[in-house]
Nanobody, 121 residues
Framework: QVQLVEAGGGLVQAGGSLRLSCAASGSIFSINAMGWYRQAPGKQRELVAA???????NYADSVKGRFTISRDNAKNTVYLQMNSLKPEDTAVYYC???????????????WGQGTQVTVSS
């Protein structure tokens, strides 16, 4: 079935940058919205950024002006460019793709397994 492969996490100092990517496996009929979420220990998973079909974008207030989400539909891939990173950005980042496995499949959410982003002071 559909699997999402995340990459790009790591350890950076405050003010640094990271670029996350999330690619869906080849067998998927269509993709609607793509997005990034993050979760820190003891906290709820929160939406960081989303990009639905059509290219519009939504961002959490905490990352506006610093993060940029983009997508490559031909590659079934979503990216998150993170600049001016802060220690508060430290979390496990999860990508999510909303789409259909097959034409007749229900619209479903597919989640990546997460990638750790750690920002040191």
């Amino acid at each position: 079935q559909v699997q999402l492969v995340e990459a790009g996490g790591g350890l950076v100092q405050a003010g640094g940058s990271l670029r996350l990517s999330c690619a869906a496996s080849g067998s998927i009929f269509s993709i609607n919205a793509m997005g990034w979420y993050r979760q820190a220990p003891g906290k709820q998973r929160e939406l960081v950024a989303a990009i639905p079909a059509g290219g519009s974008t939504n961002y959490a207030d905490s990352v506006k002006g610093r993060f940029t989400i983009s997508r490559d539909n031909a590659k079934n891939t979503v990216y998150l460019q993170m600049n001016s990173l802060k220690p508060e950005d430290t979390a496990v980042y999860y990508c999510k793709i909303r789409g259909r496995y097959r034409l007749a499949s229900p619209l479903s959410d597919y989640w990546g397994q997460g990638t750790q982003v750690t920002v040191s002071s």
